[in-house]
């Protein structure tokens, strides 16, 4: 079946800008999960949702992040006045019954 | 807080030699420990977890407690398993895993 996906797999932007990441998880999947990968390093925790609501943001690294989840399905992760700081590949994972987390290919953001 | 750490970020072996990336963590609690595996141009997979207590492709891994540590094995590398490994560790509340910075491993012909 298929796997999550994530759109653009690829996004360039300029420093200040306002950019949207989207997540389709597997379908049936109650849990959607946020990751940030900087480069040479692993995945760090950004943003868990359990159904429509975040139920830990804890590694949101500021305001300008944000991500909703609206109908416990699709999830779009947002990044307000984009910094060079910024730039990494953005991972999402979804997991069902077996706490299994399936990840997505990624989308590799550069913010210049 | 909990921590993962892999002290080797480049492993290189040849082919039927037998392979061990190092994992250790710090976390209170009783963790579940993972380890994931991203193959070349591939998205990142689960390649083992600790409550399983199986072998993967050959790989191993069994967690000490006492050192902290969640090494994966493997008696002979195979060509194919050159890739990145990332150790992880989760704790119940949620399931978000943390990872270790990831090894790659080369296994040459």
């Known amino acids: 079946g298929a796997g999550v996906s994530q759109t653009p797999s690829n996004k360039v932007t300029e420093k200040g800008k306002y950019v949207e990441l989207r997540c389709d998880p597997i379908?049936?999947?109650?849990?959607l999960y946020w990751y940030r990968q900087s480069l040479g390093q692993g995945p760090e925790f950004l943003i868990y949702?359990?159904?429509?609501?975040?139920?830990?943001d804890s590694g949101l690294p500021n305001d300008r992040f944000f991500a909703v989840r609206p109908e416990g399905s699709v999830s779009t992760l947002k990044i307000q006045r984009t910094e060079r700081g910024d730039s990494a590949m953005y991972l999402c994972?979804?997991?069902?019954?077996?706490?299994?987390?399936?990840f997505g290919p990624g989308t590799r953001l550069t913010v210049l | 807080a909990q921590r993962v750490t892999q002290p080797e970020k480049l492993l290189s072996v040849f082919k039927g030699a037998p392979v061990e990336l190092k994992c250790n963590y710090s976390?209170?609690?009783?963790?579940?420990l993972f380890w994931y595996v991203q193959y070349s141009r591939q998205r990142l997979q689960l390649l083992l977890r600790?409550?399983s207590r199986e072998s993967i492709k050959g790989f191993t891994a069994d967690l000490n407690k006492g050192e902290t540590s969640f090494h994966l094995k493997k008696p002979f590398a195979q060509e194919e398993d050159s890739a990145m490994y990332y150790c992880?560790?989760?704790?119940?509340?949620?399931?978000?895993?943390?990872f270790g910075g990831g090894t790659r491993l080369m296994v040459k012909p």
């Open positions: 949702f359990q159904g429509t609501g975040a139920a830990d």
């Open positions: 976390y209170s609690g009783s963790p579940e």
């Open positions: 600790h409550i």
């Open positions: 379908s049936g999947h109650t849990a």
């Open positions: 994972a979804s997991s069902g019954d077996y706490n299994e987390q399936f």
């Open positions: 992880a560790l989760t704790h119940n509340a949620g399931n978000m895993l943390t």
